[in-house]
């Protein structure tokens, strides 16, 4: 039982590790990842290659948290299950009952600790600094990223061949609305990131298509 603990707990930390990475290289900035690129900072190079190719890492990250989700049901049915199941049977209930208790309580504790300690907070620490984690797992991602090419490939077939069949296109809309930008602009200006007079003027360009030309015209009287 001990192995198979052990076993679980690192499946839930090797999810983290993924969730990790993906927010670290999504949100990573570009700029800084470049000026450490041309101070010949390899890894920055390797995160750079993929922060501008997303496609390369984030289908696999998702086949490994996938993966890993099904294996921790797995693992941890086989390891809590039974002695939780014995020990509601010393409580006098009945063996079926007691089974499927077991495992509902097995199924709740494994996914709240997968949420938890593999997914949020992963992510918050990929939040705190982007660039230093995105250098650390680039080369590593990149390498499951090569290996799972083939199963990568043989997923996004099986994809496009589903939509056709249920005739739908591949081929997505924009991938941000201009609703979208100015949500983020406002987002970023509360934050910090943007300034408000910076915030202003892309506001402003936007609104330039909305406007008459007369509105932006003085009347030669009044020259």
Known sequence: MTTQVLILLGLILLNGVFAMSEIALVTARKARLRKLVEEGDR??????????DPNRFLSTIQIGITSIGILNGIV????????????????????????????????????????VVGELVPKRLG????????????????????????????????????????????STGPTVTEEEIH????????????????????????????RQISSLMVPRSDI
């Open 43 to 52: 890894a920055a190079a390797a995160a750079l290659a993929l922060g501008e």
């Open 127 to 170: 939040q705190f600094n982007p660039e230093g984690i995105a250098r650390f797992v680039a080369r590593p991602m990149t390498f499951l990223a090569v290996l799972s090419k083939p199963f990568v490939r043989l997923l996004s077939v099986s994809t496009t061949a589903m939509l056709r069949l249920l005739g739908a296109s591949a």
């Open 183 to 210: 949500a983020m602009l406002a987002e970023g200006s509360e934050s910090g990131v943007i300034e408000q007079s910076e915030h202003k003027m892309v506001r402003n360009v936007f609104r330039l298509d909305d």
């Open 76 to 115: 941890g049915e086989a390891a809590l299950a039974p002695p939780f199941a014995d020990w509601l049977e010393t409580l006098g209930i009945d063996q079926p009952v007691s089974d499927y208790a077991a495992t509902a309580l097995v199924v709740v504790v494994v996914t709240y600790v997968s949420i």
